[in-house]
């Protein structure tokens, strides 16, 4: 099913960190099946290609946002929220500081809850929306992870509440968790000769890092208009690292 037929404009989905990596991504592919993707994040990329608007926001900037997100909805609603703008600390409990976890939830959590307050009227209002969080399979635990692991966990609740309190309006919220995706965000926390980033590599059963492509994949699925039914799910994407210890 196409996002939109010649009669409609198409529908927009709200794309935040959406310059590179999953973001980007999810950019092209969203693009590519028919809707007006509009893309946040601190720096603009040169290439946006035809289905793509891309606006520079600092979503830690809570106050920021929300006069973009205003000027935005000016011009109609969305269809479509994929919250995926995400940063992350590699400290060790020890060495981890409330300010690092005051900045890990502005971008992985606030930063979702202030997109989500702003399209959620013209969402409720169609009775029609889909709302993408993408979470991380560090919610489960991870050395290292303190700040990030904390905040994925959150988002994880948070898509699960915001499914039950949003289902009576025909707006579903599912979470994806990524495991290892080859994007700057993997290789400056894990970096490639690291005994810890070794050790995860051999632990997934795929022998790989998934492709920034194969998570946008997902996430497409899950706005698609047949994927009404699906709510309050979490999708670990993840060359089956979370059922790796079940080989032993
Ligand atoms: N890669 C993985 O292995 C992996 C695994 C699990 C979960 N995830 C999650 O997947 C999501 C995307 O990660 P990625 O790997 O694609 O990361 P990435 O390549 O580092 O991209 C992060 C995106 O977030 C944007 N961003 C960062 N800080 C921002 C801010 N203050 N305001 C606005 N935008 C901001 C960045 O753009 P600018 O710098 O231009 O602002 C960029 O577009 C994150 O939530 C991450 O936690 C990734």
Redesign the pocket.
Known sequence: MSAATARESPRRVLV?????????AAMRALAQAGYQAVG????VPGDAAAGEQFLA????DAQATRTLLDALLREGPFYGLVN?????HATSLAETSVQEMDEAMA??VN?ALVCMQALMPGMVQARAGRVVN?????ALGKPLRTT?SAS?AALIGMSRTWALELAPHQITVNAI??????????W?A?PPDAAQTRALMDAVPLQR??A?AE?AHAIAFLLHPLSGYITGQILHIDGGLTISATRL
Do not use: E, W
């Open positions: 935040t960190g959406a310059s590179r990596g999953i973001g980007r946040l994040a601190r720096q926001c600092d979503l830690t995926n703008a995400g940063m992350a971008l992985n930063a993408i979470s991380s399979r560090a990030y994925k968790a990524p495991g290892p995706v080859d994007t700057g965000l993997f400056a894990s890092v998934g920034p998570i």
